[in-house]
């Protein structure tokens, strides 16, 4: 039995687009929104991920650069690449495929793209405003951005009184994601791998964001009566069912059991992912904007 809501991501997503599209064909002939993405090493779904971006990149009417490098490109090659993107005036946002091997340092690298150009969010100055309430200058990063506009689709700008929970404390996805849940007034708890009853937590929540990694964790009876379920994770499984050697994407929530007894729940494929894309294409376009000294779209 299904009685949730199902946040259509890839519906919402296809709407910004084409708020994205009309953002940049305001901004025409003087400036082209610029998206490079790099890439470094052959990791299958990481380089279909960067073929997304690119593509989306594309059909926004951008100017779009791709960088694969060779898995075993040093630190300085890639610092070196940062350094030029960084200087291009075609360029307005940045974003290095994570994660990176491990000859090279994540954090330098990021802390070498140029913050105006850091469509990620991930440097220290766009974390530091997320972090004191400058989130209007900041880049917030895309897939906590993405899941904040499913979330105020159903519940609205204002969480007073809602105990949210996010389960899993990256830099990427759980702490931006609380910080934002935090800035619209709900009562936020992170809980992480070392959490105790787990389950317990998770069944106080009004709103459950998962982003742990681990396919179908977060049971039905996890899930509080009416609550809102963000669900980021992106598993991908065996799927004999569809024939020998078929995959599958599954979130970190098990979808019917939760759906049963939420309000509103996000799908996997089809929620949070195209979500991030949408975001990412917003945050250029900002940026854009941005560098031709013009005030930026709400989007
Ligand atoms: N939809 C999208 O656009 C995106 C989806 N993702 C997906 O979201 C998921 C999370 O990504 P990311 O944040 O980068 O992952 P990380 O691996 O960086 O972080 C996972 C977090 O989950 C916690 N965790 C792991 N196991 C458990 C457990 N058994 N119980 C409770 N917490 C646990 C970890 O805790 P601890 O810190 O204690 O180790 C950690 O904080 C992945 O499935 C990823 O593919 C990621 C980015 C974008
Ligand atoms: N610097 C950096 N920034 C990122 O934002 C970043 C990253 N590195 N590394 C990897 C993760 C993962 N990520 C996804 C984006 C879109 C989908 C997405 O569109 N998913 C589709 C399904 C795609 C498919 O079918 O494989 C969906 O959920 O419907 C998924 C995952 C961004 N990440």
Partial sequence: MTTATRIDGKAMAAGIIETVKAATAALAPHTVPGLAVVIVGEDPASQVYVGSKARMAEDCGFHSVKHVLPAETAEADLLALIADLNADAAIH???????????????????????????????????????????????????????????????????????????????????????????????????????????????????????????????????????????????????????????????????????????????VPGGVGPMTIAMLMANTVTAAYRAAGKAAPRI
């Fill in 93 to 267: 946002g940045i974003l290095v495929q994570l994660p990176l091997p491990p000859q090279i340092d994540a954090n330098r690298v990021i802390q070498t793209i140029d913050a105006d150009k850091d469509v990620d969010g991930f440097h220290l100055l766009n974390v530091g405003r997320l972090g004191t309430g400058a989130i209007d200058a900041a880049f917030v990063p895309c897939t906590p951005a993405g899941s904040m506009l499913m979330l105020r689709k159903i519940l609205g700008d204002d969480l007073s009184g809602k105990t949210a929970v996010v389960v899993g404390r990256s830099n990427i996805v759980g702490k931006p994601m609380a910080q934002l849940l935090l800035a619209a007034n709900a009562t936020v708890t992170i809980a992480h791998s070392r959490t105790k009853d787990l389950a317990a937590v998770c069944r106080g929540a009004d709103i459950l964001v998962a982003a742990v990694g681990r396919p179908e964790m977060i049971r039905g009876d996890w899930v509080k009566e009416g609550a809102v379920v963000i669900d980021v994770g992106i598993n991908r499984v065996d799927a004999p069912e569809r024939g020998t050697g078929k995959t599958r994407l599954v979130g970190d929530v098990a979808y019917e059991e939760a759906a049963a007894r939420a309000a509103a729940i996000t799908p």
